[in-house]
């Protein structure tokens, strides 16, 4: 019983800090192709993707999870 | 100024590290990592050797080229790493025939993305810096360019002059693990052609006393279920074996078991890394293993934890091994193993309680004198918990070389052909049959037939059969020549003799992308006579491979041979032309531009290999799996859905029958909860059907689901399938080729299919297995103390072996050097222990060419207790000498570390170019040289062999450690 | 929006290396530079820990606000990136760093320091994407191919995690909620700042997911 409740406080433990990193707003102004005055573009602009930015995130989303080994086994 | 700034970075992040982490756990001080130390220690070697070279703001215009952004497609070849056993995917993309990409294959079942440095690192192979480039000689005791031509010629020409004077038992073809499963078998080949059974692989000393242990125990030898496997297991029990480091994907299956609640212990005389991940670490006298596993019987019985019915259907000869643990009381154990009792009982309550659960072992087991029975110490523990042919449960044996298994089934082995078929009359035939040559020709090309069938010198001793006087050994001619063809010098012991036997041979060819340690120890004690061949990698021809699971991958080949190298295949065509048996040799393989085609080997050992079910794997079902990794299950290996439904990853064998009889491959061995045609299984039958009038057959009622037969029963032939009425069952042709012949050697497959897909039993019969091996010197396995003990009080109780005189063609001797060294302890108190590091593999000259792993560990190192340097005066990172009985001495730095007891050190076994305290460079050949060298810690090791299958002791051995 | 992030799950982590070698070999990064390193401690004792470390991305980067000529940027998710043309290798950032991540290529037998080189998150740099250029001096762009880090996509133990921070974050709860103990996520609070005491103060970010 001691140990499922003490498992239970370090799930919830984690789960604060997963989801409460309270990070900094920070506003990334993209201008002309240019962030904060250095040149680059956006990784959705390059040729696989042609600016297509919900595509490049699905690639992104899917990529992840096979970081993910519980979605298979 | 680098090195200060890699240092400040190291102590900077580490500090912060150590704060972060103690905050969870602020118990533990913080004690010099491994790394840091070795950053810190080797860093300038690296700077220097490297200075400015590649600087990253001016990087060279050839590897610029090498980006992908240039306009040629890209290829994508799919590989497998060649650095471990375990066998994880790569897919290598390819433009302009040069390897520019490596990326992660989700998709592989075995390793889903994931790699540790050396697989991360493999696409290194196509720079290759570091490679021999073309074929050399040593000339005045420098090594010089020749042409191919040359080289074939002279070495050809060398052999056949001491095959003419001395016999073919002359020359001994030390054959090598990382070759494909093709290259292995033609081996075994090209060398019954040549006409002797002196041959060998790194087998021999890695696992040949395990694959002897557990066949002789339950019929096959290799490990019984997989690293994927392990994810159904509730506890998992390693000793001597050290995954995090030398098989480190595997710990993706282990540490996924454990989160979801798997009990993980490592008994081990280090603290190793796998330790660091483990519930409990035991640590035990190395060698002592034994001991330490009657101790755990003991209280398995004790307390009623054995699987009673289990052993009544499906062991023979338990009670022996119960009587001899009740023997091991806990004093004696402790006095043995150094392990107090609450230790072993949680050792054995941890695994009777939490089934099924599943033990691992590796070199820490069998590399030791009495290896064989230790591996059967666990067998005989996973039986008497009735874990064997359970998912989640059996004996998982992690190989080592990612073909190694594979070498082993089918590749060069002196005491056995191809299928361990034996080398009695009746395999010659068989294999004379199928390579379709005559068995009277391949008799003429041996001596005799007693030498034919007489098994041949292990790899382990060659240097004996170099030196040891004439009229002492088990054959005519001594050695006068060595091929060494993959394989290193530097993982066989007694490194200090194997140079004087390299000094006296007649010729030392070396065949090998990376000769250089053997060219490098050999032109330190030789003018002329050796001849180097550059071949080359896995990854410049194709093949299949077979993890230690017994799954089979096929490599497409991911680049063209860089310089001039050739496939090892090809060199042996080319050899064998000039040797005059190149149309016997390929008879029934295609041969384009010189190169035998591996597919059409894979076929003829698909044709010969009935004994372990390498006959289903045809190349084209291989390859069907590797496209289609993604419909396995990482869990069960199982294909769901898609072309290969039902089929397990790989084909794992046993896949028995025609690949027509579609056997879906074996995950699990022994396992009757399935169907034979569904992988399932029992013991083997292969030691008789009955014993000191008692059954051998499996009892009634055990069987594999589903077969016809309900009761124990030998294994088929056309006799058994004549009394059973299934005769007719065969077709006309199958009968043609069957009559008269066995499961084994029916050449049409028509026994196996009528006994499995129409009747559901098992080919090799079902029995029970052995926990006592009569055959073997210690039939119930006893504990014997190493040649070279630290304890004499247990040498007194625990002798070892008596001396034998031919055995494997050599005398051998245990108790002779065991009472000579009685009292080694007193001027070499340690216990030299030896291992892996996670960078590099083997004897290493491969990976520590590799930049990206080399920068990693960039010296050799010895591991010493706090309490045993302080008291030798010795502080971290100082050099010391660490000195052998044989006199031979390392030179290494020292690493302070509670990781060994007070009573051990431990020294990593992959390095070699140091040779006694002095740099080697001086003797490679000019730019094949590795970046990394250091002292081999086989220079120093000492005598002592397995008393089954000649397997080399390094594990346990005595030294002295003093400051430099 | 996809906010990049790493975790290294120090339960998991097992010092292969192969994170190390998978950037080396990703970018041909030279000897002696290393974007990643993994870091032990309590070595060879009981509570022996590794982490693997690199360039975190900082949310408020300390590199960036110390950089006397302004070469830092970063993009819409999260990378922070620098513009080796613009960098005089001054070396400031890498005693601001938390994470000791900038380094510094020899150049030359006086040891003169190179431009800074760090993690790039595989996210290149300034030059045009997947070109010779932005390979030459920053290694491959794998996220302009919409693949995540090569370290974190071969770790051996899948203790290395990099991409979106949600998902990891989503990747990361099911197993500590699987095996109950290894929470705490070692760096995150230095470097996406610290934890808050009430997740429900962060209703904006969890809901954002795009
Ligand atoms: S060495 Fe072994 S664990 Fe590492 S990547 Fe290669 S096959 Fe996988
Ligand atoms: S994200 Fe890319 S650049 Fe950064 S450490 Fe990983 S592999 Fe290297
Ligand atoms: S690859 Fe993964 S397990 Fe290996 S050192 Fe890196 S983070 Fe750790």
Not at chain 2, 633 to 655: I, M, R, S, V
Not at chain 3, 155 to 180: N, P
Request: glycine share 10%; proline share 5%.
């Amino acid at each position: 019983m001691r140990s499922r409740a003490l498992a239970f406080m370090l799930a919830l433990a984690g789960a604060i800090v997963l989801s409460g990193c309270g990070e900094k707003e920070q506003v990334v102004v993209y201008k002309q192709g240019k962030y904060q005055g250095k040149p680059d573009s956006k990784p959705w602009d390059a040729t696989a993707f042609g600016g297509d930015k919900a595509k490049w995130e699905a690639s992104i989303r899917a990529r992840n999870q096979n970081q993910n080994e519980y979605k298979r086994m | 100024m680098l090195v200060k700034k890699s240092d400040a970075v190291a102590r900077r992040s580490g500090a912060r590290l150590a704060r972060g982490l103690n905050a969870a756990d602020a118990s533990v001080p913080g004690t010099l990592d491994r790394r840091s130390f070795l950053k810190r220690s080797g860093l300038a070697a690296g700077t220097s050797a490297f200075a400015g070279q590649l600087s990253f703001s001016m990087i060279g215009k050839a590897e610029a080229a090498e980006g992908k952004s240039a306009a040629t497609a890209v290829e994508v070849k799919r590989t497998v790493c060649t650095h471990c056993s375990v066998g994880c995917a790569i897919d290598a993309e390819v433009q302009n025939g040069v390897w520019v990409g490596q990326e992660p294959v989700f998709d592989s079942p075995i390793n889903l993305g994931a790699h540790c440095a050396k697989g991360a690192s493999v696409r290194e192979h196509g720079h290759g810096e570091h490679r021999l480039r073309y074929p050399m000689k040593l000339v005045d005791g420098k090594y010089k360019r020749i042409s191919w031509d040359e080289a074939l010629n002279e070495v050809s020409e060398r052999l056949l002059r001491l095959r003419k004077e001395s016999g073919p038992d002359s020359v001994y073809w030390v054959g090598s693990s990382k070759h494909s499963n093709e290259q292995a078998y033609f081996m075994r080949k090209f060398v019954s052609m040549w006409g002797t059974n002196n041959c060998d692989h790194q087998a021999r000393i890695c696992h040949s006393t395990t694959v002897a242990g557990v066949a002789n125990t339950w019929g096959y030898g290799a490990m019984t279920n997989s690293y994927n496997d392990m994810q159904n297991s509730k506890a998992i029990f390693f000793i001597g074996s050290n995954a995090a480091e030398a098989h480190p994907v595997s710990m993706l299956h282990i540490l996924h078991a454990k989160e979801l609640g798997a009990k993980v212990i490592v008994a081990d005389p280090r603290f190793t890394r796998t330790a660091a991940k483990a519930d409990h670490h035991v640590r035990l006298r190395s060698g002592s293993d034994i001991a330490l596993i009657y101790g755990v019987l003991r209280h398995v019985f004790e307390n009623g934890w054995e699987d009673k019915k289990y052993l009544e259907d499906r062991v023979w000869g338990m009670d022996k091994i119960r009587d001899e643990s009740m023997k091991w009381t806990a004093d004696k154990v402790l006095d043995v193993t150094n392990v107090p009792d609450e230790q072993v009982k949680l050792i054995a309550e941890t695994l009777a309680k939490n089934k099924p659960s599943t033990v691992v072992w590796c070199m820490g087991q069998t590399q030791h004198t009495t290896g064989n029975a230790i591996v059967r110490m666990m067998c005989n523990l996973q039986l008497a918990l009735g874990n064997v042919g359970v998912a989640g449960g059996g004996t998982n044996i992690f190989r080592g070389h990612d073909n190694v298994q594979g070498a082993t089934d089918v590749g060069p082995n002196p005491d056995s052909l191809p299928g361990y078929y034996g080398i009695a009359t009746g395999s010659w035939k068989h294999w004379a049959n199928v390579w379709g040559v005559d068995y009277e020709w391949l008799k003429g090309r041996y001596v005799s037939q007693a030498m034919m069938e007489k098994s041949g010198i292990t790899v382990s001793r060659w240097i004996d059969g170099v030196t040891e006087k004439n009229e002492l050994i088990d054959q005519d001619p001594n050695l006068k020549a060595v091929v060494f063809w993959g394989h290193a010098p530097n993982s066989q012991t007694r490194g200090k003799e194997m140079v004087e036997a390299m000094k006296v041979l007649d010729t030392l060819v070396v065949i090998d992308p990376y000769p250089s340690a053997t060219a490098a120890m050999a032109a330190m004690v030789r003018k002329d006579g050796v001849y180097l061949l550059p071949a080359a990698t896995q990854f410049e021809c194709a093949g299949s491979c077979t993890a230690s699971n017994r799954s089979i991958q096929w490599r497409e080949k991911v680049i063209e041979p860089l310089f001039e190298s050739k496939p090892d295949h090809t060199i042996m065509y080319l050899l064998a032309q000039k040797f005059g048996f190149d149309k016997e040799f390929t008879k029934n393989i295609k041969v384009v531009n010189n190169e035998p085609l591996p597919e059409d080997i894979l076929r003829e050992i698909n044709r010969g290999t009935w004994t372990i079910g390498y006959t289903g794997q045809s190349p084209e079902r291989l390859k069907l799996h590797m496209k289609n990794m993604h419909t396995f299950n990482p869990k069960t290996l199982k294909a769901q859905g898609g072309p290969c439904d039902g089929e397990y990853f790989g084909l794992p064998w046993p896949c028995y029958g025609t690949p027509e009889m579609k056997h879906p491959g074996t995950p699990n061995l022994y396992d009757t909860s399935k169907h034979v045609m569904d992988g399932g299984g029992n013991f083997r039958a292969n030691f008789g059907v009955e014993r000191d009038g008692t059954s051998l057959l499996a009892a009634d009622g055990s069987h594999s689901v589903g077969a016809d037969l309900t009761t124990g029963y030998p294994e088929f032939d056309h006799v058994l399938l004549k009394k059973l009425g299934w005769w007719d069952e065969l077709t006309d042709d199958e009968k043609k080729k069957a009559e008269g012949k066995n499961w084994k050697t029916d050449p049409s497959g028509g026994i196996i299919r009528v006994a499995m897909k129409v009747h559901g039993c098992h080919p090799f019969g079902n029995a029970k297995a052995r926990a006592v091996v009569w055959n073997f010197p210690d039939p119930v396995p006893l504990h014997r103390e190493a040649l070279y003990s630290t304890r004499p009080d247990l040498v007194d109780k625990y002798p070892s072996h008596d001396d034998k005189k031919a055995f494997w063609r050599m005398p051998t001797l245990y108790k002779s050097v065991q009472q000579k060294f009685k009292e080694t302890v007193k001027d070499f108190p340690l216990i030299l222990t030896s291992g892996r590091l996670v960078e590099f593999e083997g004897g290493g000259e491969e990976t520590r060419s590799n930049p990206w792993l080399a920068e990693l560990q960039q010296e050799n190192f010895v591991e010493i207790n706090p309490k045993t340097a302080n008291d030798r005066g010795i502080r971290d990172r100082d050099m010391v000498w660490v000195k052998s009985p044989t006199g031979a001495q390392l030179k290494v730095r020292a690493l302070v570390t509670e990781r060994v007891g007070t009573d051990t050190v431990f020294i990593p076994f992959h390095f070699s170019g140091w040779w006694q305290g002095k740099d080697m460079i001086e003797y490679y050949p000019s730019g094949a040289a590795p970046i990394v060298r250091g002292e081999a810690v086989n220079t120093a090791t000492t005598y002592g062999y397995d008393s089954v299958t000649m397997m080399q002791e390094t594990k346990t051995t005595a030294c002295q450690v003093v400051k430099a | 929006m996809a906010r990049m992030k790493f975790i290294c799950d120090a339960e998991r982590c097992i010092e292969c290396n192969g994170c190390v070698t998978a950037c080396k070999n990703e970018h041909e990064v030279p000897w002696g530079v290393n974007r990643r390193r993994v870091v032990t401690i309590n070595d060879g004792v009981p509570g022996e820990r590794s982490m693997s470390v690199a360039c975190m991305h900082c949310s408020d980067a300390p590199c960036q606000a110390v950089c006397p000529v302004d070469c830092f940027y970063k993009t819409e998710e999260g990378v922070v990136l620098h513009d080796k043309d613009l960098c005089i290798g001054c070396g400031y950032c890498f005693y601001a760093c938390p994470f000791g991540a900038p380094q510094f290529p020899q150049s030359g037998a006086f040891g003169l320091r190179g431009k800074m080189d760090k993690c790039t998150f595989c996210a290149g740099g300034p030059e045009a994407d997947n070109s010779e250029d932005e390979f030459r001096k920053y290694g491959r762009n794998r996220l302009a191919e919409g693949k995540l880090p090569a370290c974190a996509e071969m770790c051996s133990t899948k203790a290395l995690l990099g991409g979106d921070a949600d998902v990891l974050s989503d990747i990361y709860r099911e197993r500590v909620l699987k095996r109950g103990k290894g929470a705490e996520i070692w760096g995150w609070a230095t470097a996406y700042g610290k934890p808050e005491q009430k997740p429900a103060e962060q209703p904006a970010k969890t809901g954002e997911k795009s």
